[in-house]
C-alpha cells in the first residue's frame, strides 16, 4: 500500500466518529454548531486536529471553525473529565456561599481554577454565571443532574459516592 493512502486510511479511521457525525449533518456547513456540539459529545472536548478536519470537510477554513468554537463558552478546547461538575456563581449562588462549595470541591479532589480536571480525567469542576435555578441556590450540576442547596458538605459526598461507584467498575 502507498505511504500516502496508507497515511488516509490511518487518518480515516482516527476520525471515523467525526466522519458519521458529518454524515449525519449531511456534510453541510450550515449546521457547524451542531456538528460541533455532536463532536464534543463525543471526545468531551473539541480537540485541535478534529476542528481542522472537519473545516476540511465542510469546506470551510480552519479560522472560521475555530472561532465559532472558541466563540460558545459551551464548547471545550481542552479535555474534561467524565464527570463535569459545574457550580453557579450567580448573585443568587454568591449570596447563599457558593464560593466554600467550591473550595470543598476543589480541595477534596485536588484541584484548582489553573487546574481544572483531575489527571485521571474523572473530574472536572468549573464555575458558571448562572444555572437558572436561582430558587435551588447555591446549585450544582453533575453532567445534567441538578443539585440544589448544595453545601461543603453534600458536595464532597456527591463525589465520594461516585469514586466509590467507579471503584466498583
Do not use: W
Amino acid at each position: 500500500m502507498p505511504q500516502t493512502l496508507k497515511k488516509t486510511t490511518q487518518r480515516l479511521r482516527q476520525f471515523e466518529k467525526v466522519c458519521e457525525i458529518l454524515d449525519r449533518y449531511q456534510h453541510d456547513p450550515m449546521k457547524l454548531i451542531p456538528i460541533l456540539q455532536a463532536v464534543q459529545d463525543e471526545y468531551r472536548y473539541l480537540p485541535e486536529e478534529v476542528l481542522a478536519y472537519i473545516a476540511t470537510s465542510l469546506g470551510l477554513s480552519p479560522a472560521r471553525v475555530y472561532g465559532v468554537a472558541t466563540f460558545y463558552a459551551h464548547f471545550a478546547l481542552e479535555p474534561k473529565g467524565k464527570y463535569i461538575i459545574r457550580l453557579c456563581d450567580g448573585t443568587a449562588c454568591h449570596v447563599k456561599k457558593s464560593i466554600p462549595v467550591l473550595d470543598a470541591l476543589r480541595e477534596r479532589l485536588g484541584l484548582s481554577e489553573e487546574k481544572p480536571t483531575t489527571p485521571d480525567m474523572l473530574f472536572t469542576v468549573e464555575t458558571v454565571s448562572c444555572l437558572g435555578a436561582c430558587g435551588l441556590a447555591p446549585v450544582m450540576v453533575i453532567n445534567d443532574e441538578v443539585h440544589g442547596q448544595m453545601t461543603p458538605e453534600k458536595a464532597v459526598a456527591y463525589i465520594d459516592e461516585i469514586i466509590a461507584c467507579e471503584e466498583k467498575k
